[in-house]
């Protein structure tokens, strides 16, 4: 059974069928009974069996109204990914200057495209990178080798803190 793989193609086929004289009912049944997967809801077929009953002819979507959530140029991102880590005190209305767009879809970008977050005026990343995890690794090694040859003198001087400062 081959599956529906874009919106277009299923629209095609419920306008071949409307224009057979299918009911919704029998397009959707007919849709499931050959793809298991990727199939329009009832309610969906319903809807463009009306439009292309009405005359509509185009598959396509109609343009939206209002701006979309994220910008589209995937190099903002990108931009943005290499301007935070050169200055990582940066701020939001710096970025907005640098790269043109938005107070919210900077923060956008940066939360959840970059998932990073501001800590004590710099932004970090969430998690570590993949430079920074061998690292860790090397040194919590050394430090648990530490613990085991000298138990109580490592613990008295451990220190651990914070390494950002108000």
Known sequence: MAMLVEKVEA????RFLHLQGKSAREIHDQMTAVHEEGVPSYDTVVRWK???HCGQT???DEPRSGRPS?????GIVVQLEAL??????????AIIHEVCISHGSVFNII????HMTKVSARWVPWLLTTVQKP????????????SQDEKVE?????ITMNECRD
């Open 50 to 52: 009306r439009r292309f």
């Open 84 to 93: 935070i880590p050169s200055d990582r005190r940066i701020t939001i209305e």
């Open 154 to 158: 490592f613990f008295g001087r451990l």
């Open 135 to 146: 690292q860790l690794m090397d040194v919590v090694k050394i430090l648990l080798q530490l």
């Open 58 to 60: 185009d598959l396509e």
């Open 70 to 74: 994220l910008p589209e140029e995937p």
């Open 11 to 14: 629209r095609a086929v419920i």
């Open 111 to 114: 939360h959840d495209e970059l």
